[in-house]
């Protein structure tokens, strides 16, 4: 893979040497038209509304239709949480925006990213801005909704007209911009988020449990893009979830010491060999991953030479297992936002959010 992705910026970096100014000029009016499209939108959402607050809830992002109801029923449920507020969603992933918009999995949407839509919310010239983030830790993708609303505060976006800095100076003086956290935003204390949704998952799950395993399966970031070392909230949640029962267990597709192996090894050491095993998506959406790395079910997702994309239903099948992929809407895995409990600290994060200087600098102290 590393040798894959140099030859590609090895590609891209030739492709730019060739690109003539022209190409350049419509490649910045292609920028500029993203923009304008948004502006549009966004504007005439709130003539409509007449309302003066926006809520943007950022996605890492999806290609499947049962996500993009998950999304769509999450608009509803803020925007009755805030009724004073204009919500919008966007997809924070090039890749999946790109995707969808092309409807790799037969629906097609049209999502955008944080930047595009907060200048655009920021060119309606709201009073107040919530921006809050649908991932689940506090990781890499977090770090990146907060740069991207750094960025959108310090004018930091090429336009067809720049933001209003007088604007922008208002709402830092009011402090009227706020950054929601993600899901496992806490640990420590009453009412911490890793507590909270073990109670809400083991609510869900109670039955399945009192039958067998039940596994969660996360994203998790690689140990070099570790922001924050937040990869630590899924043994933290395993832990809490373990004084509901002993049969339930955390992993990830991505962090070191957290892969189905892992989980698999914590099983058998805890006496867990046989026997049902309940497979759940530990993400805001089920999309890709659930479908496939968790659910995949057949020959391609059993057999692979070094194991590493064997679905973790061939795993544990072929493991000694009666592996289980609860179904919910439209005969669909489910995401956490589906859980209405769950969804729930999320709006708190929103409802309870920190003006964005003061969240930046609870995660950086030094700065």
């Known amino acids: 893979m590393k040798i894959k992705f140099f030859i590609m910026m090895a590609v891209l ?11 350049e000029d419509e490649s910045a009016k292609n920028i500029v038209s993203e923009y304008e499209v948004n502006d549009k939108v966004v504007a005439e959402q709130k003539t409509k509304s007449g309302k003066d607050e926006a809520v943007l809830l950022v996605a890492f ?53 944080p930047r595009y839509l907060l200048h655009a919310i920021g060119a309606a010239k709201y009073a107040k801005i919530y ?55 806490t640990f420590e204390g009453d009412g911490n ?35 924050f070392k937040a990869n630590v909230r899924y043994t933290q949640l395993q832990t809490a979830l373990q004084k509901y029962s002993d049969n339930y267990f955390v992993g990830t597709v991505d962090a070191p010491n957290t892969y189905k192996y892992d989980v698999h090894e914590n099983m058998k050491s805890a006496g867990k060999t046989s026997g049902d095993i309940y497979l759940h998506c530990l993400m805001s959406i089920a999309g890709d991953h659930a479908h496939n790395d968790m659910a995949g079910q057949g020959d391609e997702y059993w057999g692979n030479e070094d194991g590493e994309d064997d679905s973790w239903f061939e795993y544990f099948a072929h493991n000694g297992y ?37 969240a930046y600098h609870s995660m950086y102290p030094e700065e």
């Open 322 to 358: 009666t592996a289980n992929v609860p179904l919910g809407a439209n005969n669909e895995p489910s995401g956490l936002l589906e859980i209405p409990g769950v969804l729930n600290v999320w709006i708190n994060h929103t409802k309870n959010a920190d003006f964005l200087e003061d």
């Open 61 to 113: 992002g999806s290609t499947w239709s049962n996500s993009f109801a998950a999304f769509d029923a999450t608009k509803k449920a803020y925007e009755a949480a805030f009724p004073n507020a204009d919500v919008y969603v966007c997809f924070s992933s090039d890749i999946c925006i790109n995707r969808a918009s092309a409807g790799e999995n037969g629906e097609a949407r049209d999502y955008y990213e």
């Open 193 to 227: 988020d890793v507590d909270e949704v073990a109670k809400q998952l083991n609510d869900v799950c109670k039955d399945e449990v009192a039958k067998g395993v039940v596994a969660f399966m996360g994203h998790g970031n690689p140990d070099s893009y570790d922001a």
């Open 13 to 23: 970096a030739a492709a730019s040497v060739f690109t003539s100014c022209d190409d």
């Open 131 to 185: 921006v809050q983030s649908l991932q689940v830790i506090p990781g890499e993708e977090f770090a990146n909704v907060v740069a991207c609303v750094k960025k959108f505060m310090n004018n930091g976006y090429i336009a067809s007209a720049h933001l209003d800095d007088v604007y922008l100076a208002k709402l830092d003086a009011d402090k009227a911009i706020f950054l929601g956290m993600p899901l496992l935003n």
